[in-house]
């Protein structure tokens, strides 16, 4: 599959290049050129399927086109390591729990998912690779964890000064490895505009 700009839907690129680049040229963001659909028998036989096996089947339709399907199972498994629990409140109300990540944040999913898929790519680079994010507390919590560790790629976080919670703070600055924490005397509109400026240098 194919991922085109918002800005420009014949400026298609693959996978591999809407994940490096992350903004297209034109500053549009990157979206799959079609969204694939479920068929009945997958929809009603997932009462019978696991979280993660759910979550395969639904990256499959996907990636498969550029990730193999058993390198994309483990993919699955290593980012989508907790549970999402549908809690009962009453007989009309359930919660759906995000929180059970590593950093209690609903960011984990998509930041660990977007690790691993990173991994799979950056072992065909021969260059580090350096990934810079703006946040106000989430992201960068769930982005440093999610990367941690990771050969080849060095983490970059960019937040605004007093403007975060202590336990999110804690969460990407003392991390330390391959993680890098910058503390910005701005606002995190600050912080976004420095990472966009340095994404279109």
Partial sequence: MKYYSTQNQTNKVSLKNALFKSLSPDKGLYMPEYIPTFDDKFLVSLA????????????????SDDIDKHKLRKIVETSINFDAPLVKLNENTHVLELWHGPTLAFKDFGARF???LVGYFVKDTLEPL???VATSGDTGSAIANSFLDMEGIKVFVLFPKNRVSKIQEQQFTTLGKNITAFEVDGSFDDCQQLVKTAFLD
């Fill in 114 to 116: 977007m690790a691993q």
């Fill in 48 to 63: 019978d399927r696991s979280f993660q096996e759910i979550c395969f089947h639904i990256a499959s339709l996907f990636l």
């Fill in 130 to 132: 350096h990934i810079l």
